[in-house]
Nanobody
Framework: QAQLVESGGGLVRAGDSLKLSCSAS????????MGWFRRAPGKEREFVAA????????YYADSVKGRFSISRDRAENTMSLQMDSLTPEDTAVYYC?????????????????????WGQGTQVTVSA
């Protein structure tokens, strides 16, 4: 059973940092792009960051560029999102997503439709 499990969410103050992790199992997720999305209360799902299957291409939403950093360990089938300088606007449920076999790079990794597998999400709350 293919599964993605997020961890690392929590309650922090504005300016703090958090690191989210995504653990993948049950499928060869290492051969495709992976990404992070988020959904804030009352808002639609929003792309955050993505990384290509080889790890050589990354893409960020403008709202997090320069503050967030995505990485992956293909051997361990894991992905991380380092989030710095958090603001209350970053408050949301963060979802890990995987697109096995997807060779997408650049901004095409920001299209949610390429992702076939999704985690259950982890809550990130940033207080002012």
């Amino acid at each position: 059973q293919a599964q993605l499990v997020e961890s690392g969410g929590g309650l922090v103050r504005a300016g703090d940092s958090l690191k989210l992790s995504c653990s993948a199992s049950g499928n060869t997720f290492s051969n495709g792009a992976m990404g992070w999305f988020r959904r804030a209360p009352g808002k639609e799902r929003e792309f955050v960051a993505a990384i290509s299957r080889g790890g050589d291409s990354v893409y960020y939403a403008d709202s997090v560029k320069g503050r967030f950093s995505i990485s992956r360990d293909r051997a361990e089938n894991t992905m991380s999102l380092q989030m710095d300088s958090l603001t209350p606007e970053d408050t949301a449920v963060y979802y890990c997503a995987a697109a096995p076999g997807a060779a997408n790079t650049g901004r095409t990794m920001g299209i949610w439709k390429i992702y076939r597998y999704w985690g259950q999400g982890t809550q990130v709350t940033v207080s002012a």
